[in-house]
């Protein structure tokens, strides 16, 4: 056995068919160069129908591996077409008995092709000079660095690599790292995954780029955009809201109509594609999600959204996804202790990174739990809704086993009766008991730290000793515990009703599989509530673990909100194994990787230190555009630092003064709402009266403000946050950058604190290390909205002398591209600005 399958695939085979009780499987064995398979993914349970869907998840070189529960490994007729079929795609299958002690092998795998290697000429004849993309592109430019990076992104695809690519602004990083993908995924048919952060650039992958280059250069090659389940619609539970008239009010009841009616007609059956939002809480109850998906066993499983979906993925050769979905799919991989294996995702192990420098952060929030009221509410109200006692599951499946179960069979009724009543009860009384632990929770903490909870911030504090060390702490900690026992059992007792259910009537235990589907996935949400509390109490050293009591709106009225938080101090560690480890290219980049032309910051944070050096590799390519002509860094060098007193009135009439010096759009860069409010309201009527559109952040969507901006020439926005990145504004439309002072993070923040101190405990300098690197790509993004294009031009001012006066600001200006900067008396300053565009452009 152990020459043809690794220890611990076996292990792996094993878990796999016990968790199918012993029955049939199909699985999926990755071999490595000696054939021997490493690792076993579950294709299909049971069905030899899903084989057609199996071969869609092999490659070549791959072993399908079925089980015999007889024990008797002779292949039988189905097998051995199944094994032809799977020889043609030069995959091999094996049969093994249930123990995994003996196997068959009916076909030997083949060794995996060589790998077709990209070659450079091939990128240059494609986006170089002459090239497809010139032909077909009558903006096209000449772009060295374009060039250079795509060689590099090949050379990563070749040589099994992880690149580092910092490519400027004006580079055209994205089809620099489109067309390797798509030679490598086309030339090897190996699919490439492709993952943004954000949902402006998604649309200009897949609305834009992905189709001009199928255009542009001949290519054969197919794409999909990979959404979150939750964008789709269920339509299984779709069915199972409209079962119970009078489950929504009003307006939603004739959303939930619309609803109906979209999904006969729509393709996608994706959120984007409904012409009007429904209400968020509407959504909630008919979108797909993981845990109340009934899968194969699902009568809608052939025309579900979201597994068509999943299909076309399986058949792309390339798949955009976000950030957030590609740590849903490795934490899922991690979950089932099966790395390679497709969790959400097909398998794949080439990974573009385009707005790497946001992995820490994405990480750290999917990785983070939040236990609230809400969160017991949302799944608490589900078995009964709060309003309307006789709707929700439990009283569905009540009224289905009592509509539906013979006279005859009056015992049976009772005892699920019994069981319902109770657990009606139970759950009335658990939900009830955990806003009152939470509310408890909340104001002893508060009683221990001498604060108030109140609006707006409330209070937020970390789980540190002058907490944990008050003699009160017991009590909340054995509050919490207690409520976590309550869940369990709570939770529990839900799990026996559902195996219960296996007693009705095969007819009726039919009918009753959706509401099963659902009761199961409250239970396992309960207790992933529970293990979040766990953790909460628990303080394991690798977490950061906060309490925040704020007063805000609870239903009609107002209330205590108590949130009990964790987050991990590292995501490097995970990053590494799911990630760097896994993949055999991964390329990150990003117009902003670098801190002073170091990657030392990011390959910290996010794990690439532990990885061999040999795998990795760094480019940074500045942009094409000629700053010293097109920009100009202005730094007022008498103005108060930040916080000092004048500095609010001089960021007033600073702004006012410059916003006078030129007829085009104008960011003013906020790091605090508060801030922003006050100098946007002193000056906003005086701008208007000099006809100028001011716009704040705030006062519509980000997108229309975008639009609005755009549209009115001399517009003026206030914008903190969104605003600093991910913004294209070209032309004269945004003429100038006002930043007010350094996005350092707040300081406040109890996962920045905790990482600061963990910094300092192993002997570095958290400011040095992690809080200046953090803020200056945040600042270099800021800058990066000014030039947009080559005949662009443009002022970055920089409100905060920090910049000059300090020594840290030394490493903020290192991060910019060369570019003329002024550090004169705010007079002098504004004359030379005014004679910057006094000048001709050249
Ligand atoms: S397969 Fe899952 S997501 Fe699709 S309709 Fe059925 S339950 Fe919903």
């Known amino acids: 056995m152990n020459d043809y399958l690794s220890p611990a695939a076996q292990v792996d085979l094993r878990c796999a068919i016990l968790e199918a009780g012993g029955n049939e499987v199909f699985c999926l064995g990755r071999t490595d160069a000696a054939q021997l398979v490493t690792e076993v993914e579950i294709l299909a349970r049971g069905n030899r129908d899903a084989v057609p869907a199996i071969l869609h998840s092999c490659r070549p070189g791959d072993v399908v591996i079925h089980n015999h529960p007889g024990g008797n490994l002779e292949p039988s007729d189905p097998d051995l077409e199944i094994a032809g079929r799977l020889g043609e795609v030069a995959v091999g299958f094996y049969i093994v008995d249930n123990a995994v002690e003996t196997l068959y092998r009916v076909v030997e795998p083949f060794p995996p092709p060589a790998v077709a290697a990209l070659n450079p000429a091939d990128i240059v004849a494609l986006i170089g000079p002459g090239g497809d993309v010139s032909t077909a592109l009558s903006s096209y430019e000449d ?29 055209g990083k994205s089809l620099a790292y489109l067309v390797p993908a798509i030679l490598w995924a086309v030339h090897n048919r190996e699919r490439v995954v492709v993952s943004t952060n954000t949902i402006n650039l998604q649309e200009q992958l897949v609305g834009k780029d992905l189709p001009f280059l199928q255009r542009a250069t001949g290519l054969d090659f197919r794409f999909e955009l990979v959404k979150g389940r939750s964008n789709y619609l269920c339509r299984r ?3 199972s809201a409209t079962a119970e008239p009078g489950l929504f009010d009003g307006d939603q009841q004739l959303e939930l109509e619309q609803l109906r009616g979209w999904a006969e007609k729509s393709a996608d059956g994706s959120r984007e594609d409904l012409p009007s939002l429904p209400a968020e809480s509407l959504w909630e109850e008919v979108c797909c999600e993981a845990d109340q998906c009934a899968r194969a066993q699902c009568r809608f499983f052939a025309s579900c959204f979201l597994q068509r979906a999943r299909r076309r993925a399986a058949h792309s050769d390339l798949l955009v996804v976000n950030h957030a979905l590609l740590m849903t799919d490795l934490a899922l991989r991690r979950q089932t202790g099966n790395l390679t294996s497709g969790a959400i995702l097909p398998p794949f192990s080439r990974l573009v990174l385009d707005e790497a420098h946001h992995l820490e952060d994405v990480a750290t929030r999917f990785f983070s739990t939040q236990v609230t009221r809400f969160a017991f509410a949302r799944i608490l109200n589900r078995l009964r809704h709060p309003r309307k006692p006789y709707r929700g599951l439990l009283p569905r499946l009540h009224n289905l086993i009592g509509n539906q179960l013979d006279q005859n069979q009056d015992q049976l009724f009772r005892a699920y009766h019994e069981r319902i009543e109770a657990l009606l009860s139970a759950g009335q009384r658990l939900l009830e008991r955990s806003i009152d632990d939470l509310e408890a929770t909340g104001l002893q903490c ?76 409250c239970a396992m949400r309960l207790q992933s509530l529970a293990d979040q509390l766990l ?34 101090l590292q995501v490097a560690p995970v990053l590494r194994e799911s990630l760097f480890e ?27 230190c532990g990885v061999e050096s040999t795998r990795r590799t760094r480019l940074q390519l500045s942009s094409p555009f000629d700053y010293a002509r097109q920009a100009l860094l ?5 103005i108060p630092e930040p916080g000092r007193d004048g500095f609010t009135e001089a960021v007033r009439d600073l702004v006012e003064q410059v916003l006078r010096l030129t007829a085009g759009g104008s960011f003013v860069l906020f790091t605090s709402y508060s801030l922003l409010r006050r100098v946007h309201d002193e000056l906003a009527p005086i701008l208007r009266v000099a006809g100028r559109q001011v ?26 946050d969104s605003f600093w990145e991910g913004v294209d504004v070209p032309g004269r439309a945004l003429e100038q950058v006002i930043i007010v002072r350094l996005p350092f993070k707040v ?51 920089i409100l905060d002398v920090r910049v000059v006066k300090k020594n840290y600001g030394k490493i903020f200006l290192r991060s910019l591209p060369e570019v003329p900067s002024l550090v004169l008396p705010q007079r002098e300053l504004l004359e030379k600005i005014r004679e910057f565009w006094a000048a001709p452009d050249e």
Request: contains cysteine; proline residues 5%; hydrophobic residues 40%.
């Open 143 to 171: 772009r060295p660095e374009q060039l250079r990076m795509a060689c590099a992104v090949a050379e990563a695809f070749n040589r099994h690599q992880i690149a580092l690519v910092e490519a400027g602004t004006g580079t």
């Open 237 to 239: 539970r779709l069915g």
């Open 446 to 521: 508060a009683s221990i730290v001498g604060e108030e909870p109140s609006r707006g911030d409330g209070l937020r504090r970390r789980l540190l000793p002058e907490l944990t060390e008050a003699t009160s702490w017991g009590e909340v900690e054995g509050r919490l515990r207690a409520l976590v026992r309550a869940i369990n059992s709570y939770a529990e007792q839900l799990q026996d009703l559902i195996k219960e259910l296996r007693r009705l009537p095969e007819e009726l235990n039919d009918k009753a599989r959706s509401l099963t589907t659902d009761l199961r996935a």
């Open 535 to 568: 953790a909460f109490v628990g303080r394991h050293p690798g977490d950061c673990c906060w309490l925040e009591a704020v007063i805000g709106r609870v239903g009609r009225g107002e209330g205590l909100i108590t949130r009990l938080c964790t987050a991990p």
């Open 582 to 608: 896994r993949m055999q290219t991964v390329v990150l980049t990003s117009a902003t990787l670098t801190v002073a032309g170091s990657f030392d910051y990011l390959e910290e944070r996010v794990g690439l």
């Open 634 to 638: 202005a730094v007022p060098g008498d």
């Open 695 to 720: 716009l704040y952040q705030g006062q519509a969507s980000r997108h229309r403000l975008l639009n609005q901006f755009s549209q009115a020439p001399g517009s003026v926005l206030f914008a903190t």
């Open 747 to 797: 300081p406040t923040e109890p996962i920045l604190q905790a990482r600061a101190e963990a910094i300092a405990a192993a002997g570095g300098d958290p400011f040095r290390s992690y809080t200046v690197p953090q803020a200056v790509i945040r600042f270099r993004q800021g800058f990066g909205r000014l030039i947009r294009q080559r005949s662009d031009r443009g002022v970055v001012l």
